[in-house]
């Protein structure tokens, strides 16, 4: 039976992991291979390393880190954060990359998704959507969820998919860093809408927001970030207790 | 030990390589006919499209040179479904070494199937000291058939499929072993000691 997976996303700067509550403020969590590794020895499904580094030396940096990953980790991961051009994409896919996961680019530039799935395939293309709701409608916003855009998330959501997208990683900026579950509506509402699997994220801090996103909220994987760095919530004691509750589950 | 690696225009090659390294085998990326033939094993592994990888290899004639191995060959994922007799994927005939139709999964639930999911019906040394809750990690959108002949483990996703498949020395295997953590180091590992 097909599990529900635990995603830990790293958030990488020049090299390092930190995390911040609502995209803002940054805290050091160590090194991201080592960390990956630990993940990936208790019990996580996948990993994503985000990174948000703005200097040229971007690439290179990015491109070395993910070769240490895939020769250090044995479960599948994703890179993203300000990845662009199909050629980046070649090189991070080149270097041990299973997914690449694009959020302002295919924004900017929708072609980039079709052109990315024709090229690689829509399994390893994860298209991030940042969502936050604003009068009752809910809008995609870029840059970290600085950025309002008029594209209405459902619409956006469902034009990927046709695009070619393999997977939709969905944050909600509403629910990000404040650690009171999971937006449970909008991505029940997405995944149902959509042919493609969905990962929820942002708001994880207890145990059963991870139940409630898998049950109401019908998300096929959920993903956090600090509840794991700072060991609020460790793994292994998560897929238990999501098992317990009947929770399709990989032990 | 040498393993070869075939080369092709598959994606995510690399990671089988450094699965090879971790496990401590001597592996090599290589379409030279000589270093594949002289190699203890052979891996097949991939990721793409079915038809433009079959044209790739037919015009390097690796198709007849896979065809004619004897020693222990491993089909990765697309490397399995290249191994079976046709694909729906742009109906594409392929190497035949298993008699099976490779089809799309219909829409009864989300397509491609990604993620961990468990071996069923497990049979074949291949599968040693493992048993029906080993999870494999999945990201495909077609799958080969079930046969009762050739198919050594089955997963469960909207229908039953082959999770690996074996006829002589040919083995093949659906999800991904290079990342399905302990359990796709413990299929390797057997691999390698065929």
């Known amino acids: 039976m097909l599990t529900k997976r635990i995603i830990p996303c790293l958030d990488i700067k020049e090299g390092r992991t930190v995390k911040g509550v609502n995209f803002v403020e940054l805290r ?7 960390l990956g590794k630990v993940y990936a020895d208790e019990g996580a499904d996948e990993l994503v390393f985000l990174d948000i580094t703005a200097t040229v030396e971007k690439r290179k ?6 070769t240490k990953v895939a020769k250090t980790v044995n479960i599948p991961f994703t890179v993203g954060g300000g990845i662009s051009t199909v050629e980046d994409i070649k090189a ?20 980039i998704v079709d052109e990315m799935a024709r090229e690689f395939g829509s399994q390893c293309i994860v ?15 870029t840059h970290g969820g ?24 969905l944050t909600s900026m509403d629910h990000d860093g ?10 029940s509402e997405i995944s149902a809408l959509l042919g493609i699997p969905v990962i929820a994220s942002g708001g994880a801090g207890k145990m059963h927001h991870f139940k409630d996103v898998f049950t109401s909220g019908k998300a096929d994987a959920a993903l956090a970030a600090s ?11 998560l897929k238990k207790y999501l098992q317990a509750e009947g929770i399709s589950i990989r032990l | 030990m040498e393993v070869a690696v075939i080369k092709y225009n598959a994606g995510n090659v690399q990671s089988v390589l450094y699965a090879m390294e971790r496990l401590g085998a001597n592996a090599t990326l290589t379409d030279d006919w000589e270093t594949i033939q002289k190699a203890d094993k052979v891996i097949f592994p991939g990721q793409g499209e079915a038809s433009t990888a079959m044209k790739y290899l037919k015009e390097r004639k690796l198709d007849k040179l896979i065809k004619s191995l004897e020693q222990p060959f491993f089909g990765i994922c697309l490397g399995l479904q290249l191994l079976c007799e046709f694909s729906e994927e742009y109906d594409t005939q392929c190497l035949g070494i298993f008699p099976i139709q490779v089809k799309k999964f219909p829409p009864l639930d989300k397509v491609p199937h990604i993620g961990w999911n468990n071996l069923q019906n497990l049979h074949s040394p291949l599968l040693a000291g493992l048993d029906e809750s080993a ?37 093949a295997m659906q999800a991904h072993p290079e990342k399905s953590s302990l359990t796709g180091e413990k299929i390797l590992t057997n691999f390698l000691n065929l």
């Open chain 1, 227 to 237: 509840i794991f760095h700072f060991k609020e919530i460790p793994i292994p004691e």
């Open chain 1, 28 to 34: 050091d969590a160590g090194d991201p291979v080592e």
């Open chain 2, 135 to 171: 999870y494999v990690y999945y990201v495909h959108s077609y799958y080969a058939a079930v046969d009762p002949e050739f198919t050594i483990a089955t997963s469960h996703y909207i229908t039953d499929f082959s999770a690996l498949l074996q006829r002589d020395n040919y083995y």
């Open chain 1, 127 to 141: 298209v991030a959507i940042d969502t936050k709701n604003m009068d009752g409608v809910d809008f995609v916003h």
């Open chain 1, 61 to 66: 940096t990015l491109v070395e880190l993910v």
């Open chain 1, 146 to 169: 600085r950025r309002p855009t008029l594209l209405q998330t459902q619409k956006w959501a469902k034009e990927v998919t046709e695009r070619g997208a393999g997977e939709i990683l």
């Open chain 1, 178 to 187: 404040v650690k009171n579950g999971f937006a449970n509506e909008i991505t």
């Open chain 1, 92 to 111: 991070l896919l080149n270097a041990g990359a299973d997914k690449i996961s694009i959020n302002s680019a295919a924004v900017k530039n929708p072609g």
